[in-house]
């Protein structure tokens, strides 16, 4: 029984140090993906009104810089790990009615094909976005610097 409480606790240990380096992938990687997104939408922003119009958007030229804006700069404070929570809640936000608006479909069909739903290109950013919110940015942030240093928390 020593034999497998031993092995157990060590599984326990690793999974304890992946945590953190997981969140760091997915931050860097999803991050630099909603930074790019957001700089491509700034690049041809007229077709980006003009999709959000027919989509039936409310406000399309304001809401098509409010969107590029938030996945460009929610994406670099994303992979910085600065103020990750409140970039994870407006990218969740974002991702969220991407699927409501241009992929309500995916949506309708979760629970009879949910491949569908996944398969989506908001997907990860909405995953990664609300496993951010969850989790926080993990050890390797600025906001964990933050935590520690400034507000004198371990």
């Not at 157990?8 to 930074?35: E, H, T």
């Not at 970039?87 to 608006?101: E, K, Q």
Request: with cysteine; proline share 3%; hydrophobic share 55%.
């Amino acid at each position: 029984m020593q034999v497998f409480k031993s092995f157990y606790q060590g599984f326990i240990n690793v999974g304890f140090w992946l945590g953190p380096v997981l969140l760091l992938g997915m931050r860097l990687i999803w991050g630099y993906a909603f930074y790019q997104a957001g700089c491509n939408k700034f690049d041809d922003i007229d077709k980006v009104v003009e999709s959000f119009a027919g989509l039936g958007i409310p406000f399309a030229y304001y809401n098509a810089y409010l969107v590029a804006g938030v996945e460009c700069i929610g994406g670099l404070w994303l992979m910085a790990g600065f103020m990750s929570r409140f970039a994870a809640a407006l990218l969740a936000i974002t991702m969220t009615v991407a699927y409501l608006t241009a992929h309500f479909d995916a949506v309708a069909a979760l629970w009879t094909e949910p491949s569908l739903f996944m398969g989506e290109a908001p997907f990860m950013f909405w995953l990664t976005s609300l496993l951010v919110l969850s989790f926080g940015p993990g050890m390797f942030s600025i906001d964990a610097l933050f935590k520690r240093f400034v507000f004198k928390q371990e």
